[in-house]
Every structure is written in C-alpha cells, then in structure tokens.
C-alpha cells in the first residue's frame, strides 16, 4: 500500500495535512512543512499501533511527501 500526504491551506490560515490512506490521520501546522511533518509522524505511529495490536499486517511502506511551491 502507498500512503500520500496531501495538505492545504484553510481559511483561517492554518495549513492542514492528512493521509487519506489511513482515516483520521490529519494535523495541523502554521506552515505546509510543520503540518506534514506532524502528519507523517502521526502515520508512522498510527501503522505501528495497528500492527502491535494485530490489527494489520505489516507491509512494505512508502511515503511520498508532495514538495512545497
């Protein structure tokens, strides 16, 4: 399975990052870079609790962070 993260800007100026991949992965940051930093540590710690627990198995991953404009 691959995970992305995509992100963008709200309106109140915050960005927000998520990972669709894995639902309720999603953070906020003041800027892109500090949103997807929080989302992909999220996401790493989100698939290791679900294999810990046995709720999936572990596979090969691949994170693909898009590069700011």
Known sequence: MQFSI???????????AE???L???????ATPDEAMIKTEALALRTM???IESL?????P????LPLAA
């Open 6 to 16: 995509e992100y963008e800007q709200e309106v109140d100026g915050r960005w927000l």
């Open 55 to 59: 709720e999936s198995r572990p596979v």
């Open 19 to 21: 990972v669709p991949q």
């Open 23 to 29: 639902p309720g992965v999603m953070c906020y940051g």
């Open 61 to 64: 991953i691949h994170l693909t």
């Open 48 to 50: 290791a609790e679900r």
